[in-house]
Structure formats: structure tokens, C-alpha cells
């Protein structure tokens, strides 16, 4: 296994080093997988954690708090995710003839009676570590508490675009693991067999194959699948193409990126706030059809509607070079201006409709693991990584934060780039590489 | 004359057999599915971790079914290399229940290819609600214990409270732990009899005869399937004698949904070909339902619906032995070895005799030590951190025991199958079934007395874990005994249709605690010999 699907519940190989550290066994690749598998499909089969439950299993595992989850949940969680990670692991391990030999070995006699003494004493000072420890654990979950959604994406359905690779797949994974139902888009068979191969049986996700650089062809692909508006309770549209390296003159490449970064989600929008599955007909007059911001008779005048805006909410994926030009990959960067403006656009005329069945969320991310970056040595340190950003978006979106630029140190660099003016501009990215991504 | 027997597990096979004793030919349908062959003969189960390729596969599946998740209510699972048993995913399975939880089996031999082995009979006090007494039903036990070979004692406390068992083999061997607490009990024995609980030896059906080439050679597999086919299967024993006999006639890939008849007449069958996948119809003259309590009871319900639309497709009963184990630990054992080799199941058995009504005198229970199985479940549950548990357990592991009770059932107004009418290809059964309220003060009164036992034997109880209803895989009482159209009579035979024979556990109008194969196939026997043919 080459990446984990699930952190939440799957351990990295580092995390289950230190587990067979603490649990005093010797680590086996082969059983690594078997147990990356196993929790593969634990988001599906066991119950979810929630509030401090999920604030524990959030951090990452090392000995020293493998030592004190373990007390915690044994005690207090016992279908915490790492009740399911340690008992894999031991199950694992039992089952393997040298793993058994080495779990199995144990003092005899007045040996046994002395080591059970001292295990004891082990434990006694394991738990005096582990209160206040916990204590702290519970401060700082507390403390928190104010600045995290309530909200949950739980049982919702949520549309994802681009979800084959990058940061439309993190936004998927994140979803499922999060116990949403997720609608993904893929742009051909290959990438759609490739991600069923990795999907966990039980995952429950619908993959649809739309192209979305042809004109009308995404909201076509929602319709053959029967996919009704109402039901998505979140469209988060991640798909994007950059044509690096390519000059601004080249038309075509120019009018392919502003198809799929930009007019693909207006196409979307006019289907996902028509009433009813109404859609305007002949795909050329598609993106020309005005929005209906009436509520529509299934939601209007529902108090739940009122408490739950994230029923409609649509989410746009944009980008931080929104703000400026770039040589030879303007086409991008223009896109994405287009569509924040666009979306903030959408998003002014709902606000003005009074409509709060409909939400618009920018997200304008900065500098994170992408297909479209290069990596280099530094990338580890200065890039967010997509799983995060993936899980910052969801909770902006869910807490109905309008614009997210996760990470925002990247934000406000842009910010002064851009004051500095284009000369500064100018040399500063004259040393970028253009190169060809998709 | 088309005789044909439904099910080829037990009951069904010692049906064939009598009958063939009486000189009739019988066609048996079966699904019949087939299990893969055992690995490695010989090999214990520990050391099978070594032997077999890929051995994560082999004892917990390929998927990792096998795996028992933390906070799950069950100790164990069925080992997923073995396929007699049904998932409730499979095509073929036909219950719904949302509080009853079956096992069930399509495979040669049935729910035996699983057994716990332990071979016990009812007595006059158990069938006390039957309307067949124990000298009725004991001719038909002696046959069965000839034909399956019981290893057992000739002489302990339980004896005179076990009649109707007639060893033929010398006990297993007890393991060191087994041995311990045997000899504990012989010495407390006086200061014991006011608790009204008895140790024993185990019966069991199993061989032991060290001349004989199928003698248990204590691998410590039977959950994983005796590979030298050591203890009692049908598929390979019953079943193999019926073939000796050129009047029979095993017809496999046949799932039995129903019955047709003629004013009140059994005049066919309508099955599920399991190959072709396709429903046909066949007529015979005489049927002898033995597909398991379950499944006898589908095949009737959707009977009765298709001949007599004036009375409820619903049983007038469902039964189950509710389990409890008592875990413990033997102090004196601690930091003791584990015996090399063992038999896996229980080589003491317990019986807790007293007068509790309605309910029998005797409750049976088992007495296992731990020998060979996965442990995880074990190390999760204990009250400490993996770390320490896991360390404990295997310096206490020689010393962990556990007793299981099966609590007996009566027929109670509200368990009961059901006929689902929701489309499909045929109507499913619904189990409605909740616990008695009142066996609840029996089972806390009787767990309290073994603990209070166990606590004199030097040994200390830890909790109690208590199965989900339907885990008991003692399932009766669907087509009991008794009076009324949904009913059979002392024979087995069906009070509605004149023809049709109840030849399992459907029949039992209550469950006593004790084992029920035996009973199952003297049972089986009984009614073949008697029915009017």
C-alpha cells in the first residue's frame, strides 16, 4: 500500500513501528498491509468518533501517546480507533508463527509472580502519567470548542469533482472517512477502474466519468445518473486543468482551462439552483440560463432548511494565483480570477434573493501538496498537506464560511507580492519553471 | 413409493439410515455444499501458523472477517477457512431478525460439521412436556449411541443424572489445567454437594481408541475441522452408510421452499436448483422434514400459506438455548506450562442439578481450559492497556478457563417464525424471539451459584458474557409436538398433512439444557421407525 486512504483510522508505517515498540513485538511489513487493509474499511463498519473521541484521534500517534490512548480508551472508548488499531495489531501479529512465538513467550513459575509485580508497578506509573495528561488533553479540547463547527457531514450526500488524484480525491477520502455519501466525478474509465481498485468495497461512493472540458457534458452526466439537485447537500467543485508551459496566445488550450476551471461550475450552478430537475435544453444555451433563487416547494418554509444552510451549499475551488499573473500559465490563473469573482458574483446575488437555502464557499488555497507544484526538498516544510487542507475546506464549508485560503501565512505572502508591485512580480516568478500539468 | 428425506445433516441422515434398515428407499435432498479439506494433519493448531502459506488468510480470511473487533460481543468466531456455515449475505439465506441471530448451514452434514461433540441424552425430567416419554424415546438412543461412538466415563458424579448416555470409548485426555481442577473437586466434593453443582468427564462423540486409524491424535483443531474426521460428522460416517445401501439415493444442489399438496396431502415439492438457479417442482408420496428447526419451519410456513390461506403462516413456537460463560481463572495454575497438545472442546463437563421450575432439574454446562485459539478477544477484553494485557494473558493463559451454560427454553407466546411477504423469488421468515423474563432470574441465580462453586475450587470468576439470542445453535420448537394444525403428533407426524414427518428439533415441544445432537438423531430414528409407510 502505497498511501493510506483513511489517517483517521489508519495508521502510518511510522505510527505502527511505534505501536510494535510499545506493544514490545517486532514490526512486519507484510502484516503492515494486512492491517492498512483491514482499517481501510473501518469508517464504513465501526462507529465514528465525535467531539473529544475524534479530537484524541486526531494527533499523531507516537509511543508515548500509543501509551496513554491505550489506558484512555480501554477505560472510557472502547470503539475508538485505536481500540481497533492495537487490536489489529495484535490480532495480526497472533496469527503469524514467529508474531505468535514472540507474543506468546512469557515467564514461568516464580518468574511469572515477579514479572506480574513489576508489570503492575508499570501500569500503576502508566496511568499516574496518564490523568494529567489526559487532563491537559480535555483543556485543550475545551478551550477549542469555540472555534469548531458543530456541524457534521455525516449522512449527507456530496458531490465532488476531480476526485481521481490531488486535492479532489483528499475532499473525497476526507467525506467518506467523515461519513458522507459522496458523488465523484472522474474524467475517463482508466482514472474510474483505478480509484475503484483503491476504494474500499464498502465505501459508499458513486463514480460518475464526465469530461468536463466538453460544454454541458457535467450536468448531462448528473442527469444519466439520475442524480436529482436536491438531494446534494454539498457540490464541491475541485476539478481544474493548468496548462503550463503553454503561451497565453494559444486559444484553444486558453478556452479548455476556462472551461473546466470556470464556465463548468456556472453549468453546474444553473442546474443545481433550477427548480426541480427543470434544466435548460440544447447544451448551448446552457450556461445562458438565468438562476432561479426562489425556493423551491420541496425546502421553502422548512425551519430545518433555516437551521441547515450547508443543504445547498456549493463549494468552488479556486486558487491564491487568482490574484496575479503568471507567464505561461496565465490561463489558470485567469480561470480561477474568473470563477472567485463569478462565485462571489453568485454568491451576492443569493445573499441579495435573501435565499438561505443556498450558500457560496471560495476556497483559495495557497501552497499544499498538489499535482500542479513542483516538489522539492523545502516542500515538506513550507506545503500544507492536501489531507489538511481537504479537512479545512470541509469544516469552512460546513461552519458556512464564505471564503477559506488555507494556509493563510501563503495568503497574506500573495497579498504583499502583489502590493510590491510587477516589476518585483515580474522577477520573482521569471525564476519559476513553467512546466505541464493536468 | 417416492420417499423423500429434506436435509443431510443429523437428522436427516439417521432418518435415511432407519429407514433403509427397514428395507425402504429413500431419496435425501440436500444443498450439499462441500468443505475444503484441513491442512497439514497432524500439525497443532499453534504450529499451523508456520505451516500453512499464508496463514493470516487461513485463520482470520481473507478479508479479515475472522478479526473481532474491539467492544464486539463475542469471544470467538467461526474459523472463515471453514464454509459450512451461511453468511446472512448468501443467496440462499432466508431469515430476517433484527434480535435473533442463526447460524445456518448449506453445506453435507450440516450444523454437526461445527459441533461442540458433546454427546448427551434427555431424560424423563426433560421431556417432561413432551408427549413421549424416555422409555419411548430409549431404544432409539441405544441405536444411536451404536452407531456413533460416545468417548466417555463409565462412572463419575454426573451418571446418575445423565441417563440415556452409553459410552463405548475411554474419556479424552484432560489437559494439566483440566487434571488440577478435577483433582480439586474430588477433594471439596463433601463440602460441594449443598451447591448442587457436579463435575464430570466430557461425553463426547469423538474417538479415542488408540488402535483405530481415525483415533483423535489432540492437534487441538476441532473448532478448525478434525482433519483426521475424529469426532462425529454425518457427512462422514451416517451419510457414508446410507451409501453403502444401493436404496438410497443422495441428490445434492436442492434447496426445499415448500411442500405441495392435495387436501391436505403431501403430493410434491418445489425447490431452488442451486445449480441452474431455476424453481422446479417434483412430486413424491412422502416427505420427512429434517433441514434443521429453521429452515423445517420455513418449508412449513410456506406450506401452510399455499394450502390453508385460513390459518396464520406464523409457528406456534421458536427455541434456543440462551449461552453464558463464566470466565475464570485457576490461581494455582498461574505461571504453570501450556500442554503441547490437547482436544480443543471442553474435557469437563458440569451439571448444576436442583429443582427450579418450569425448568429442568439439571443445567448442563461445559468446563473448557484454553488451548488453541485466536486470543485477541481474550486480550482486548481484559480491564488493562494492550501492553500489560497482553503480557498477562499469556503468563495467566494456563490458567484461564471459562464454563458455558445453555439455559433451557419452553414454547412462550410471541417467539415464532414468521412468513415475510416481500416479493422475491420466495417468501423469507422472519424470527421474532425475545428471552422469557423469567429465565433471566434463573440465569443470574445459577451463574451466582457456579461463581460461588468456582470460587471454592480455587478458581476466580471474572464477569459473565452472554450471547445474543440465536447464538445457542440449539434451535427447536418451530413444528413442535403437540395439539393444533401447526403441530405434529408424538410420531413426528404433521397434524395437517398426513404424510409429512417432522424429523428434527422442529418437533421438540421444549428445550432442555443438555446437548441436543443425540436427541436430535434418536429422535430421527424414532419417528423413521414408526412412521406408517
Same mark, same amino acid.
Not at chain 1, 146 to 158: C, D, L, N, T
Not at chain 1, 170 to 196: F, P, W, Y
Not at chain 1, 199 to 219: H, M, N, R, W, Y
Given at each position: ?8 483510522? @489508519? ?64 477505560? /472510557? ?24 512465538? !514472540? ?23 502508566? &496511568? ?58 472522474? %474524467? ?7 480509484? !475503484? ?26 442527469? !444519466?445518473?439520475?442524480? @436529482? ?19 497565453? &496566445? ?17 453549468? /453546474? ?28 416547494? &420541496? ?74 507544484? @513542483? @516538489? ?10 492536501? %489531507? !489538511? &487542507? ?35 512580480? /515580474? ?12 | 413409493?417416492?420417499?423423500?428425506? +429434506? ?45 500453512? #502459506?499464508?496463514?493470516? *488468510? ?62 448427551? #441424552? ?21 441405536? +444411536? ?31 494439566? #489445567? ?65 451409501? #453403502?445401501?444401493? *436404496? ?258 422442529? *418437533? ?12 436430535? *438423531? ?12
Amino acid at each position: 500500500m502505497t498511501r493510506l486512504l483513511f489517517p483517521l483510522w @489508519q495508521p502510518d508505517e511510522r505510527a505502527y513501528r511505534a505501536i510494535c515498540a510499545y506493544l514490545g513485538i517486532t514490526p512486519r511489513s507484510s502484516l503492515y498491509d494486512r492491517l492498512a487493509e483491514y482499517l481501510a474499511n473501518a469508517p464504513f463498519r465501526f462507529t465514528r468518533p465525535y467531539g473529544f473521541s475524534l479530537f484524541l484521534a486526531r494527533r499523531r500517534l507516537t509511543r508515548f501517546r500509543i501509551a496513554r490512548l491505550d489506558i484512555v480508551t480501554k477505560l /472510557f472508548l472502547p470503539d475508538h480507533p485505536v481500540r481497533h488499531v492495537l487490536n489489529g495489531v495484535i490480532a495480526l501479529h497472533e496469527c503469524d508463527g514467529e508474531g505468535f512465538r !514472540e507474543m506468546a513467550a512469557s515467564p514461568v513459575g516464580w518468574r511469572a509472580l515477579v514479572s506480574m509485580l513489576g508489570w503492575a508497578l508499570r501500569f500503576g506509573l502508566s &496511568v499516574a502519567v496518564t490523568i494529567p495528561w489526559l487532563a491537559c488533553q480535555f483543556l485543550l479540547y475545551v478551550a477549542g470548542i469555540p472555534f469548531r463547527s458543530k456541524a457534521r457531514v455525516a449522512g449527507m450526500r456530496v458531490l465532488v469533482t476531480g476526485v481521481n488524484r490531488g486535492l479532489g480525491l483528499d475532499l473525497m477520502l476526507h467525506c467518506l472517512e467523515q461519513g458522507a455519501e459522496v458523488i465523484g466525478t472522474v %474524467r475517463n474509465r482508466q482514472s474510474l477502474e483505478a480509484l !475503484e481498485a483503491r476504494l474500499p468495497v464498502e465505501a459508499p461512493a458513486k463514480l460518475l466519468i464526465t469530461d468536463l472540458s466538453q460544454p454541458g457534458a457535467f450536468v448531462h452526466a448528473l442527469r !444519466e445518473a439520475k442524480i @436529482q439537485p436536491e438531494s446534494l447537500a454539498m457540490s464541491i467543485l475541485s476539478a481544474s486543468v493548468k496548462h503550463g508551459g503553454e503561451s497565453e &496566445v494559444s486559444l484553444n488550450r486558453l478556452r479548455d482551462t476556462f472551461q473546466v476551471n470556470c464556465f463548468a461550475a456556472a453549468e /453546474f450552478a444553473a442546474w443545481l439552483y433550477a427548480p426541480g430537475s427543470a434544466f435548460i435544453e440544447g447544451r448551448s444555451s446552457e450556461v445562458s440560463g438565468a438562476l432561479d433563487l426562489n425556493p423551491s416547494p &420541496v425546502t421553502s418554509g422548512k425551519r430545518e432548511n433555516r437551521k441547515a444552510p450547508m443543504a445547498r451549499a456549493l463549494v468552488l475551488i479556486s486558487s491564491m494565483g487568482r490574484w496575479h499573473g503568471m507567464p505561461f500559465a496565465c490561463g489558470y490563473n485567469a480561470s480561477k480570477a474568473a470563477l472567485s469573482i463569478w462565485g462571489e458574483s453568485l454568491d451576492m446575488e443569493l445573499r441579495q434573493s435573501q435565499s438561505q437555502r443556498f450558500t457560496v464557499t471560495i476556497v483559495e488555497p495557497g501552497m499544499f501538496e498538489s499535482g500542479m507544484t @513542483q @516538489q522539492t526538498p523545502m516542500t515538506r516544510y513550507l506545503f500544507a498537506s492536501r %489531507r !489538511e &487542507v481537504a479537512r479545512r475546506i470541509l469544516a469552512g464549508a460546513l461552519a458556512g464560511r464564505r471564503v477559506i485560503r488555507p494556509p493563510f501565512w501563503f495568503a497574506l505572502l500573495t497579498w504583499g507580492v502583489c502590493l510590491a508591485g510587477r516589476d518585483i512580480r /515580474f522577477r520573482l516568478f521569471a525564476r519559476t519553471n513553467p512546466r505541464r500539468n493536468q | 413409493m417416492k420417499v423423500v428425506i +429434506v436435509g443431510g445433516g443429523v437428522s436427516g441422515s439417521h432418518t435415511a439410515l432407519t429407514l433403509l434398515e427397514r428395507g425402504i428407499e429413500v431419496e435425501l435432498w440436500d444443498v450439499g455444499r462441500a468443505e475444503t479439506a484441513f491442512p497439514e494433519p497432524g500439525v497443532t493448531f499453534h504450529n499451523l501458523k508456520t505451516r500453512v #502459506a499464508d496463514p493470516v *488468510a487461513y485463520l482470520l480470511g481473507a478479508d479479515l472477517r475472522g478479526l473481532v473487533p474491539p467492544a464486539a460481543p463475542e469471544l470467538l468466531r467461526y474459523p472463515p477457512s471453514r464454509h459450512f456455515l451461511a453468511s446472512s449475505d448468501d443467496p440462499l439465506d432466508s431469515f430476517e431478525s433484527d434480535r435473533f441471530f442463526p447460524y445456518a448451514s448449506f453445506a453435507k452434514g450440516g450444523l454437526a460439521n461445527g459441533w461442540g461433540a458433546n454427546a448427551l #441424552a434427555y431424560d424423563q425430567d426433560d421431556m417432561s412436556e413432551w408427549p413421549v416419554s424416555f422409555s419411548d424415546m430409549e431404544a432409539a438412543y441405544r441405536t +444411536v449411541y451404536n452407531r456413533i461412538p460416545v468417548a466417555g466415563p463409565v462412572d463419575d458424579d454426573l451418571v446418575p443424572h445423565l441417563q440415556g448416555v452409553y459410552p463405548s470409548q475411554s474419556p479424552v485426555r484432560l489437559s494439566a #489445567a483440566d487434571q488440577g481442577l478435577w483433582q480439586t473437586y474430588h477433594r471439596k466434593r463433601r463440602a460441594l454437594d449443598g451447591s448442587g453443582v457436579k463435575l464430570g468427564l466430557a461425553r463426547l462423540a469423538v474417538i479415542t481408541d488408540p488402535a483405530r486409524k481415525d483415533a483423535c491424535d489432540y492437534c487441538d483443531r476441532c473448532l478448525w475441522g478434525c482433519p483426521r474426521d475424529s469426532i462425529y460428522n454425518p457427512s462422514v460416517s451416517t451419510l457414508k452408510q446410507c451409501d #453403502a445401501s444401493s *436404496a438410497f439415493r443422495y441428490v445434492g444442489g436442492r434447496m426445499v421452499l415448500s411442500l405441495l399438496t392435495v387436501e391436505n396431502r403431501i403430493v410434491g415439492i418445489r425447490y431452488l436448483d442451486t445449480k441452474s438457479q431455476e424453481l422446479r417442482e417434483e412430486s413424491c408420496d412422502v416427505v420427512f422434514l429434517a433441514a434443521g428447526a429453521l429452515q423445517t419451519g420455513g418449508i412449513f410456513l410456506r406450506t401452510l400459506k399455499s394450502a390453508r390461506a385460513d390459518i396464520a403462516a406464523e409457528t406456534d413456537g421458536l427455541m434456543d438455548t440462551a449461552t453464558v460463560k463464566i470466565p475464570f481463572i485457576a490461581l494455582r495454575r498461574i505461571g504453570q506450562p501450556s500442554d503441547p497438545r490437547s482436544f480443543q472442546f471442553n474435557r469437563l463437563i458440569v451439571g448444576m442439578v436442583g429443582h427450579s421450575p418450569p425448568w429442568p432439574r439439571y443445567l448442563h454446562g461445559e468446563l473448557l481450559h484454553l488451548t488453541g485459539l485466536l486470543y485477541h478477544p481474550l486480550i482486548e477484553r481484559m480491564p488493562f492497556d494492550s501492553r500489560l494485557s497482553r503480557r498477562l494473558f499469556f503468563a495467566l493463559k494456563s490458567a484461564l478457563g471459562v464454563v458455558t451454560f445453555f439455559f433451557p427454553d419452553c414454547i412462550t407466546s410471541g417467539n415464532r417464525q414468521v412468513l415475510l411477504d416481500q416479493g422475491g423469488r420466495w417468501s423469507k421468515i422472519g424470527l421474532r424471539y425475545e428471552e422469557p423474563a423469567d429465565k433471566e432470574n434463573y440465569i443470574r441465580h445459577s451463574v451466582s451459584r457456579m461463581k460461588s462453586v468456582l470460587w471454592r475450587l480455587g478458581c476466580v470468576p471474572k464477569g459473565i458474557v452472554r450471547s445474543p439470542s440465536g447464538a445457542g445453535i440449539h434451535y427447536a420448537g418451530t413444528v413442535p409436538m403437540g395439539q393444533g394444525p401447526k403441530r405434529c403428533d408424538a410420531t413426528g407426524r404433521s397434524n395437517l398433512f398426513s404424510n409429512l414427518y417432522i424429523a428434527d428439533g422442529a *418437533a421438540f415441544p421444549s428445550l432442555p439444557s443438555k446437548s441436543i445432537t443425540m436427541s436430535l *438423531a434418536a429422535h430421527a430414528t424414532r419417528v423413521a421407525r414408526r412412521a406408517d409407510l
